[in-house]
């Protein structure tokens, strides 16, 4: 596998080159490829925290994993490069938090990729459920399951401008303003990095708070896209999540965090109709379970897990064997 160059931004869905991390593609044998990426020492999303720089952020892992899902599909099953994708789940774990922790030269990753479950329509494959083993030297740093599926674009324009139609929304997508967190109570440094607003407390310990889209964000709207993209929907989960655990005294938010995550999505999230994120009341050595919803519907729901980085037994808190990973 190579680390000198990335492998063509149009191959992973990416605008800037800056934010492609996959650097080789092999295939081995039926349903199974071998990726490579290279992941940036100071990322300004992955790696802005108020807290110690001391271990890279498994959502960068996992978006390097997420990019895979289209070279397995371009690449290796021939799905036309304008077709369009759609997440429907996505799971992780981080089984070694220690592995990753920074080095002192940009960190190297090889990730196996296997094809879990290929879905069919009568016209074809639409979509794959992948399951990824990313390891950093000897050490798994990070398993991960997404299921995805793919359509011609002229069926994705039909089929939003048909969605969107039945909530009573212009075919041109503009995002909500709305205010957003103190930086600090998400672990973050840079205000542009804050997707989610003020919260709000319930008595019975649930907190909610409004999804901020901002479109002009280089790297959560890499590209333009007419819905609230996945990623975001599970950085708003994370934001909360940490929110509501710093204010429980369960993990302080600089030093949270995230070593497992389910999640699935139900349905498009617009950006222009106000988008709900919910988590439960926290308990201590508990998931943390989220929902999203807009317009009275179910968008998406989940869990995540969260650590202190700071903690000695670090090495052993990504959840075991089976806790998190997609069956």
């Excluded at 990416?14 to 039926?30: I, N």
């Excluded at 069919?120 to 991960?144: C, D, M, Q, V």
């Amino acid at each position: 596998m190579q680390f000198a160059r990335t492998l063509p931004k149009e191959l992973v869905h990416r605008a800037a080159v800056a934010e492609v991390f996959l650097t080789d593609a092999q295939r081995h044998g039926e349903g199974e490829v071998m990726l490579a990426a290279q992941l940036p020492r100071l990322h300004a999303f992955y790696d802005d925290t108020l807290g110690p720089r001391t271990h890279h952020d498994p959502l960068l892992l996992l978006e390097a994993c997420r990019q895979g899902i289209f070279v397995v599909a371009h690449r290796y099953l021939d799905v036309p490069l304008g077709h369009k994708f759609l997440l429907r789940s996505v799971e992780f774990e981080v089984p070694d938090p220690a592995a990753l922790e920074y080095g002192d030269a940009p960190t190297e990753a090889v990730i196996g990729t296997r094809i879990e479950h290929r879905f069919r329509s009568r016209s074809g494959p639409t979509g794959l459920r992948l399951r990824f083993t990313a390891s950093i030297g000897a050490r798994e740093a990070l398993l991960a399951c997404i299921d995805y599926s793919w359509m011609p674009p002229q069926d994705w324009t039909r089929m939003r401008a048909g969605q969107r139609d039945a909530l009573g929304l212009s075919q041109s997508p503009v995002a909500l303003p709305g205010p957003r967190i103190d930086p600090a109570l998400v672990g973050r440094r840079d205000p542009a990095n804050v997707v989610i607003s003020p919260p709000h407390a319930s008595g019975d310990g649930i907190r909610t708070a409004r999804l901020v889209a901002e479109t002009a964000h280089p790297i959560l709207y890499d590209h333009w896209v007419d819905h609230v993209p996945g990623m975001l929907e599970l950085e708003g989960f994370r934001q909360l999540a940490v929110t509501a655990s710093h204010a429980e005294g369960t993990v302080p938010a600089p030093r949270a965090l995230p070593v497992g995550l389910a999640v699935r999505f139900r349905c498009f999230a617009e950006m222009d109709l106000p988008l709900e994120c919910s988590t439960a009341r926290v308990l201590p050595g508990a998931d943390i379970e989220c929902t999203l919803h807009q317009a009275g519907s179910l968008v998406a729901e989940g869990r995540i897990s969260l650590a202190d980085r700071k903690r000695a037994d670090l090495a052993g808190v990504g959840g075991g064997p089976g806790t998190h990973r997609c069956p």
